[in-house]
């Protein structure tokens, strides 16, 4: 696979849709700082699964979404999708067979992150499935961002165990060994679960045994009790039948007395009502007088009531007006105090505007001698804070020399106390052993090549496996299919010939057929051949016939003998060969069947004479009309049509379609027995496939023991000539940094003397300047205290002249507000007595106005007339007195009638009541019988002739006493017991196959540690060997190796020894960036000879490596482009000219990136003919 196309829309910078093209095997990738280059390594490895916002340089994943520039607003979603060329169909799994692949990641804003593989949604980790194994990935070492290259050196071991994993394509192991622990895990948690269900079930099943059988004789007792509680209900059935009957007679002759009582109280209630109608007359007539007697004593309470409030009223006047001129003397006494205090108080405002001015005149005068005070303390604040100031700092450089000279001197201490340190470890150093190392190296030249030809005959092996596993594979398959076919057959087989059977499953007739000794006879259908798509019409016509037994030798006996279910019989003979002749194209039914057996050829004929057959019919009268007499035609769904009638015909029972199923049994027959010839030969080739794949699968073993035990030889020899070299390093290294720091040491102590003689003399220099200091500021201190209390002085007397001009001016405007308060009042005075004088006299003119003589005349008048009205109300009193009296002697009659129909009502009522109650007692027995399935005629004559409830009762309650006595009964127990026996058969055999299951994954996780051991000290060794072969091509020199950090190749990591040439470097982090970026490459590019990418991406990693360094990093990227496709972003020229195509990134519209391809070849192309 090879990137062809890269497609962003909304991908940070890329807002617009842009197209990345990648035609050639060297793609650079240019532009200026900051127009969006490395968003395009951001984008591959977002849409390869990235799932850390930090990775991609940022806070959260909403971050890769164009947030917005100056010009354009954000847009909502973000798209990235690499189209490959798979046309040599080298992509994993079933894209193979795609010639293009487009992978695509899609964000929106709503955090919704989608994936697809050529538009198809799918999960995140189908597309790290597709790059399995081919260091492609989120993780792998195709994709080099900015920074990546030191992050690659200087990272832990167990880190850069990580690439070699996915150089050695570990990784699609390490994700079957995990899917394959968490199986594992799940199938023992699974196991527990079943064993502590089959524990659990085992104790259960001894309970439900005990509870099984105490059920059992409940249910017999329990029949019991129900059969004497439904004959107990049937004759309390019939006693209640009983006393409904009565009650019914005694109900009918109460309600004829009833109503010739009620037809009586009918007449006394007519009376009543025209009686009523005479005394509502006279009490209206009563109503009215009343009404006017009280309208004449309402016109005399009126008139009393006016001379009442009329004397009231003159009382009242007299008591207001002297009331009045009382308020007015008081008020004029009032209006002259109020003059006296006007007066008093315009005198006191003179007085207090005088104050005033004087206090105003004394506080300008203290406000213009506060300037020249505030000027002085501001002049002598200034001094002092100087002075001050300039004696801090002078005390600050004194303590500062004082203590750089103690500094100097501790300093000195301690570089003499190293020095005597380093002398004696200089000492001490031990000696360095080379050729006890010159013999460790050959021994490792002669293991290394004892492997590598061990590793030629494994490599010769691993080539042979696939292939014979496959074949393997490709056998079982095949038996595996061959096995499921011939079992598919053989389950239809059986299921056609159960369902044959079962038409013959008459018990009864299966015994009449024993007795006649015709049940091995053979059924009619079996000795007929039908054609196929006839079978439903044959069975339409001859319907029950077709099961048919031929008729013995002594057939009235037989006939005799009367069948218990439907059955034909048949004269076992031969018959003509001759079919009847065909009828206006219809051919007969005949020629559609054979007799297969020559006995049923005389009944066919006899049965099928006046039988044709066609595939349809349009016209069915005309089809009617052609017909003879007796003669019928069918279609082949069934369907008869005769002169007169028409029949269709439907499948009913298990014997329909016998003919259909016979002939489907014979062909699952036959290939049944074809079937197992395929098996046999499957089964054969599945032997000897697994016989010659396990043969290589032992020698393969054998061999790969030999290279681990070789390996690990080996490795302990370059571990021990590592450490050996590593001690001899640190024991040089030590002698050449000991020797340099003591150097270090006798040029610093010549330097801490000279400044600790320099701070003595600037700490004696300090002391002079502090004393002058001092005296100034002595003489500065005393005038500052001057020039405080003058100003202190000046500030009281200021605010002194302040409060007494503020107390002058409240007292003035105090004064001011009591002459505007007296003169309102004096206003409202004025008012109030002009009010007093107006009300006096209109109270007067009031009480002059009343006239008492003409209240007098009028009360006389009115009770006259109120004595005529008392006359009027005595003789209507007395019209409804005697109208009431004979209405009072019918209301006494009515109830004296309707007091003798009350009993006779609750008679009929309580007579009514038992019938109910007798109704209820028969349908709730009724029902107690329908409800308890109880058959009343077979329950009838079981009851004695003179049964007593009692006696029943008494039954009831002896057969409750057992029940009760049987304790609380799990009627599901005999259920519950069978359940729990299947399933305890159902647990042990999941167990079984459980803890098969648990062996199979330990297994398969044992192999595949073995697999993944072999397969990562093979690519160890490689990379290591690939390595150490271009890390001098790129330095020019030098030497690299890896080296296993730990015991076991599965958990050991991997350390980068990297020396440039003329360097002896204990550690890479001595390293240079530019050495450290060529260490890096070196790393990288041997896994790629060892597992080739499809592509890789590289972020200016040449940035750190000069002219001479970047010459022979382009040679050596060239070299890899034969098998790598490579895109990679550069500032560097000479980079650049290795390119195919140039891809130009810029942004000429702020915060938008767009892109801009040229091909070089093209290019060149297109300037030789102007050239030229």
Known sequence: MRLSQIKLAGFKSFVDPQQIPVPGQLVAVVGPNG????????????????????????????????????????????????????????????????????????????????????NIQCRRRDIQDLFLGTGVGTRGYAVIEQGMISRIIEARPEELRVFLEEAAGVSKYKERRKETEARLNDTRDNLTRVDDIRQELESQLEKLAVQAEVAEKYQQLKQTLENTQNLLALLRKLEAQKDQEKLTRDIATAVNDLEAATAQLRDTESQLEQLRETHFTASDELHAVQGRLYEANAEVARLEQQIIHLKDSRGRLGNQISQAKAQLSQLQQQVGTTDELHLHWQSETEVLAERVEWAQTHLLEANEAMPALESAWRTAQQSFGEIQQKLAQVKQARELEAAHGSHALKTIQQLEARRERLRQEQAAQPSVDQDGLTDMEEAIAELEARRLMLEDQLAALQEDAPRHEQTKRDAQHALQQSQQHLTRLEAQHAALARLQQQADQDQQLQTWLARHQLLD???????????????????????????????????????????????????????????????????????????????????????????????????????????????????????????????????????????????????LAQAIEAQAVVLESAQQTAQHSEQTHASIFAELQRKRGESDQLGRQLHQQQMELLRQQQSVERVMQRRQQIAHELAEITEAIALENEARGEAAYKQTELDEQLAHLDEAMASVSTHRTQTDTALEAARNRLRD???????????????????????????????????????????????????????????????????????????ARDAVGHATNKLRELESDKMRIEHGQEPLRERINELRLKEQEARLAVERFTQELQEAGADEAALLPMLPAHGKVSTFVGQIGSLTQQLNALGAVNLAAMQELEESRTRKAFLDAQAADLTEAMDTLEGAIRKIDKESSDLLQATFDKVNASMME??????????????????????????????????????????????????????????????????????????????????????????????????????????MEMADQLVGITMQEKGVSRVVAVDIEAALSMAEPLAS
């Open 801 to 875: 002249a302040e409060r007494e001009a503020r107390e002058a001016e409240f007292q003035l405007k105090t004064a001011q507000n009591k002459i505007i308060e007296l003169e309102g009042l004096k206003r409202t005075h004025g008012e109030q007595q002009d009010t007093l004088l107006e009300r006096i006299e209109s109270l007067q003119l009031e009480l002059d106005g009343f006239d008492p003589t003409l209240l007098d005349e009028s009360i006389q008048a009115a009770l006259n007339k109120r004595g005529e009205r008392e006359v009027e109300l005595a003789k």
């Open 1030 to 1135: 271009l890390f001098p091509l790129l330095f020019g020199g030098g030497q690299a190796r890896l080296v296993m950090t730990g015991e076991t190749i599965l958990d050991a990591g991997v350390q980068v020894i990297a020396q440039p040439p003329g360097k002896k470097n204990s550690t890479i982090h001595l390293l240079s960036g530019g050495e450290k970026a060529l260490t890096a490459l070196s790393l990288v590019f041997a896994l790629f000879q060892l597992n080739p990418a499809p592509f890789c991406l590289l972020d200016e990693v040449d940035a750190p490596l000069d002219d001479a360094n970047t010459s022979r990093f382009c040679d050596m990227v060239k070299r890899m482009s034969a098998n790598t496709q490579f895109l990679y972003i550069s500032h560097n020229k000479i980079t």
């Open 521 to 667: 006879a053979n059924r009619f259908w079996q000795g007929l051949q039908v054609e196929a798509g006839w079978e439903t019409a044959l069975e339409a016509v001859l319907v029950e016939r077709l099961q048919a037994l031929p008729m013995p030798v002594a057939a009235n006996a037989l006939l005799a003998d009367r069948a218990p279910a439907r059955l034909a019989l048949f004269n076992a003979r031969a018959g003509s060969d001759l079919a009847p002749p065909s009828l206006h194209g219809w051919l007969p039914l005949q020629s559609k069947v054979q007799a297969a057996d020559p006995r049923c050829g005389a009944a066919l004929g006899d049965w099928l004479s006046h039988v044709w057959c066609a595939e349809s019919i349009t016209d069915i009268e005309a089809a009617q009309a052609a017909l003879p007499d007796g003669g019928w035609v069918v279609l082949r769904d069934g369907l008869m049509i005769s002169r007169t009638s028409a029949r269709f015909h439907a499948e009913q029972d298990v014997q329909s379609g016998m003919l259909a199923r016979q002939r489907e049994l014979t062909q």
């Open 35 to 118: 127009c969006g280059k490395s968003n395009v390594i951001d984008a591959v490895r977002w849409v390869l699964g990235e799932s850390s916002a930090k990775q991609l340089r940022g806070e959260s994943m909403q971050d890769v979404i164009f947030n917005g520039s100056d010009h354009r607003k954000p847009v909502g979603r973000a798209s990235v999708e690499l189209v490959f060329d798979n046309s040599l169909g080298r992509a994993a799994g079933q894209w193979s067979q795609y010639a293009e692949i487009s992978i695509k990641r899609v964000l929106t804003r709503q955090g919704e992150s989608s994936y697809f593989i050529n």
